[in-house]
């Protein structure tokens, strides 16, 4: 058996997704920007999935941008805003981000900004005390990882927007973990800028959003030709623009089932691990509410997270580890540091992440083997 729980990763591209762009790499093959017919539908598709965009997530489809990916739009919003607003010099984000963000405001750093990284608590959330505290009239930017990559954690948005929008700051979310897993509504969301990318929700790898709120004062990244309403240029990806469009279609209209089933799973393999005895930590908040649907992260004791996965991995068990290696260490990752993993376990942490296709029959066969690898390694 394969089982794949690496979907916090990336996902396959669904079947519907993959026959809706196939006629955009074949007959339908023009550049939108030509005036012949070819170039036209190719526009009208381009125009169409923006506005489709927009009315699921209630926005105005000119605040809609496609990207190449999720990190393209995080530096867009982070370096954008920086290019065009050099009266603040202070930037907030924080310790648990994507290194997507991380490494632009470090970037950023060398240009002279300050930045601010906000603590979190054991469970990933962000000290929103902190947050007032640090936020100012310098303040340019606050930039907050919606729901983390690894531990699953979903902020409160609803607080931290209020403290931006009261400060008169602008807000960045990073939602590339959210859209699709959980309902995101982005006029109630009040950020001025969210980042979204395809691949996490069945869609290719290589296409992403930005949402930009109407106002914004954003400098371009991508200069050249006068695409994406002239805010980033680049012949316009039709297929996957079309399929990531198509990708939020089916699964916002299957997330409410979605969040049931892979909440129920995740319940079934943690009381696995229990009933076996298996001495683990769940890292990041309970299963529900507060924590991405399908995320599994847990540390193990006394144990290399390397030989679990390497064991896995021989049963067809596909997951990732909770640490960052180069050729000479290998470190625990900065989320499970800032969270505070009590050093014997933090060696062993494994992401698991349940997806839209997985079965029942898979999340039983991996704990199976799961708790078989534990019992032997220890
Ligand atoms: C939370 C988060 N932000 C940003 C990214 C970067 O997205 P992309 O792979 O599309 O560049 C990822 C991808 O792992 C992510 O999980």
């Known amino acids: 058996m394969k089982v794949y729980l690496d979907n916090a990763s990336t ?3 669904s079947k519907e997704v993959y026959e809706a762009m196939k006629p955009y790499f074949e007959e339908e093959f023009g550049n939108p920007s030509s005036l012949h017919n070819k170039g036209i539908s190719n526009r009208k598709v381009v125009n169409s999935s923006r506005k ?32 065009s607003n050099n009266a603040k010099g202070e930037i907030i984000t924080t310790k648990v981000e994507h290194h997507a963000t991380l490494h632009t405001v470090q970037f950023l750093e060398k240009m002279g900004y300050i930045i601010h990284y906000l603590d979190v608590d054991k469970e990933g959330f962000i000290d929103i005390k902190q947050l007032s505290t640090l936020i100012n009239d310098n303040t340019l930017v606050v930039s907050v990882l919606m729901a983390n990559n690894e531990i699953g954690t979903i902020q409160n948005m609803e607080e931290i927007s209020k403290i931006c929008f009261d400060a008169s700051t602008y807000l960045h979310v990073d939602a590339v973990q959210v859209a699709c897993h959980k309902e995101l509504d982005l006029s109630e969301l009040n950020a001025d800028l969210v980042s979204f990318s395809g ?17 914004t004062k954003i400098e371009n990244l991508l200069h050249g030709g006068q695409q994406e309403q002239d805010h980033r240029a680049g012949t316009e990806n039709v297929p996957y623009i079309v399929g990531i469009t198509k990708a939020l279609e089916v ?3 299957q997330i409410g089932n979605y ?37 599994i992260n847990l540390s193990f004791k006394d144990l ?59 999340v039983k066969y991996a704990s199976e083997k799961l708790i078989e690898i534990i019992n032997e390694l220890k």
């Open 259 to 295: 969040e049931k089933t892979l909440d129920s799973y995740s319940k079934f393999f943690i009381d696995e691990l229990d009933n076996a005895g298996i001495e683990y930590i769940l890292n990041g908040p309970q299963i529900g509410e507060h924590r991405l649907p399908g995320n």
């Open 11 to 13: 996902t396959k591209v």
């Open 199 to 215: 691949h996490k929700f069945n869609a290719p790898k290589g296409i992403g959003i930005l949402y930009i709120k109407h106002g």
């Open 52 to 83: 489709k965009i927009a009315s699921m997530f209630n926005c105005n489809h000119k605040e809609i941008h496609f990207t190449s990916c999720g990190t393209e739009s995080i530096n867009w919003a982070l370096k954008g805003l920086a290019f």
């Open 304 to 362: 290399e997270g390397s030989d679990i996965t390497y064991y896995l991995n021989k049963y067809g068990i596909y997951v990732s580890t909770g640490s960052a290696c180069d050729s000479e260490s290998i470190e625990p990752s900065h989320v499970l540091q800032a969270i505070k993993v009590p050093f014997d376990y933090i060696e062993a942490s494994l992401r698991f992440s349940i997806g839209v296709d997985t079965t029942f029959d898979e």
């Open 251 to 253: 699964g916002l209209r």
